[in-house]
Nanobody
Framework: QVQLVEAGGGLVQAGGSVRLSCAAS????????MGWYRQAPGKQRELVAAITSGDNTNYADSVKGRFTISRDNAKNTVYLQMNSLKPEDTAVYYCYAAVQLTVRLSPYDYWGQGTQVTVSS
């Protein structure tokens, strides 16, 4: 019904920048919150950043001032601009979208497949 396709990521040196994107497609009535989680090896998945349909944003303390989340509602796409990257940012990054399929249904979270970001020191 709904697919989230991520792009971006890869290998980058410490101090560098990467931009992730995540496009939602399918039978979508509306999208509420969108955002990004990450999971490093041996660690729990953690919220990185989120953005509401009204463009209110929320960031993990560890990325404040370095990462910027944005969205293009016309394209059902969320972006994560990551600057001043550190080795500890290395993780698989997952996007999510709280999608409302019809006006009668409550939003349901859909997830992307994940994209690896590796920051070398």
């Amino acid at each position: 019904q709904v697919q989230l396709v991520e792009a971006g990521g890869g290998l980058v040196q410490a101090g560098g920048s990467v931009r992730l994107s995540c496009a939602a497609s399918g039978s979508i009535f509306s999208i509420n919150a969108m955002g990004w989680y990450r999971q490093a090896p041996g660690k729990q998945r953690e919220l990185v950043a989120a953005i509401t349909s009204g463009d209110n944003t929320n960031y993990a303390d560890s990325v404040k001032g370095r990462f910027t989340i944005s969205r293009d509602n016309a394209k059902n796409t969320v972006y994560l601009q990551m600057n001043s990257l550190k080795p500890e940012d290395t993780a698989v990054y997952y996007c999510y979208a709280a999608v409302q399929l019809t006006v009668r249904l409550s939003p349901y979270d859909y997830w992307g497949q994940g994209t690896q970001v590796t920051v070398s020191s």
